[in-house]
């Protein structure tokens, strides 16, 4: 079991930044990590994801967030740049065994969500 606890969500203006984190505890030296989020009305979609060493995003925030994890500490991070309003939505770190992926339905470990906000 793995159990994820994410923060740092909040009401931020157009252009400015957040830094989401997501603890992670249980049995965690085998998980593959990613930030998935969710608007009202739309489907959860994904983020940003982790594969060893490797990060991927998708196109939408590439080049404005930074996905990075602190295995000492069991952290999972998500620095938020440029944001816009588009980025509006409620953020969920999501944990999976064996092999990293891009979709939602392939990951068995989910947090609560933190909200963010960004105002125009």
């Known amino acids: 079991q793995v159990q994820l606890v994410e923060s740092g969500g909040g009401l931020v203006q157009t252009g400015g930044s957040l830094r989401l984190s997501c603890a992670a505890s249980g049995r965690t030296f085998t998980t593959y990590m990613g930030w998935f989020r969710q608007a009202p009305g739309k489907e959860r979609e994904y983020v940003a994801r982790?594969?060893?060493?490797?990060?991927y995003y998708a196109d939408s925030v590439k080049g404005r967030f930074t996905i990075s994890r602190d295995n000492a500490k069991n952290m999972v991070y998500l620095q938020m740049n440029s944001l816009k309003p588009e980025d509006t939505a409620v953020y969920y770190c999501?944990?999976?065994?064996?092999?990293?992926?891009?979709?939602?339905?392939?990951?068995?470990?989910w947090g609560q969500g933190t909200q963010v906000t960004v105002s125009s």
């Open positions: 982790l594969s060893g060493s490797s990060t």
């Open positions: 999501a944990a999976r065994d064996f092999y990293s992926s891009p979709f939602p339905r392939d990951y068995k470990y």
